[in-house]
């Protein structure tokens, strides 16, 4: 498989699918139960349980990756979700970036950008206005 095809099935299996036995094919057996990726998640074990958090959240969710740039064993994307939200009522769509070094067809490393700001906004637990209001140095509070 490409680098792309590999990301592909990355977002179609894992996220869209909701098939998380699929880790096994797409990561590497170097990526043990404890590494952790970019510094926040550690795929085998806790990425099912976000998963399945998302799902509940947005309902199914769709990617699509819009630019794809390869170099050596890394590959960068550009991608968009977007699902019909709570209830299929609530659309929602976010973008973001991810990067991973891939070794015998299989991710070794990954870092990822996701803008959970502006789903947060959309799914309505942060206030619309809520990147702006922290720009101006305002603190968000909860009845």
Same mark, same amino acid.
């Given at each position: 498989?490409?680098?792309?095809?590999? *990301? &592909?099935?990355?977002? +179609? =299996?894992?996220? #869209? $699918?909701? /098939?998380?036995?699929?880790? %096994?094919?797409?990561?590497?057996?170097?990526?043990?139960?404890?590494?952790?990726?970019?510094?926040?998640?550690?795929?085998?074990?806790?990425?099912?349980?976000?998963?399945?958090?998302?799902?509940?959240?947005?309902?199914? *969710? &769709?990617?699509?990756? +819009? =630019?794809?740039? #390869? $170099?050596? /064993?890394?590959?960068?994307? %550009?991608?968009?979700?977007?699902?019909?939200?709570?209830?299929?009522?609530?659309?929602?769509?976010?973008?973001?970036?991810?990067?991973?070094?891939?070794?015998?067809?299989?991710?070794?490393?990954?870092?990822?950008?996701?803008?959970?700001?502006?789903?947060?906004?959309?799914?309505?637990?942060?206030?619309?206005?809520?990147?702006?209001?922290?720009?101006?140095?305002?603190?968000?509070?909860?009845?």
């Amino acid at each position: 498989m490409t680098k792309l095809e590999i *990301m &592909q099935s990355w977002f +179609s =299996r894992i996220w #869209e $699918d909701a /098939d998380v036995s699929a880790l %096994d094919d797409l990561l590497s057996p170097e990526v043990g139960a404890d590494t952790v990726f970019d510094g926040v998640i550690a795929p085998r074990s806790e990425l099912p349980e976000l998963v399945k958090i998302m799902h509940s959240l947005v309902g199914p *969710m &769709q990617f699509s990756i +819009s =630019r794809c740039l #390869e $170099d050596g /064993d890394w590959c960068s994307i %550009d991608y968009e979700m977007t699902a019909d939200g709570p209830g299929g009522v609530t659309p929602v769509r976010a973008g973001g970036m991810m990067m991973a070094r891939i070794k015998d067809d299989r991710i070794v490393e990954m870092t990822t950008k996701f803008d959970g700001f502006t789903l947060f906004e959309q799914l309505g637990q942060l206030p619309s206005d809520a990147l702006m209001a922290c720009l101006t140095g305002q603190k968000l509070r909860w009845a």
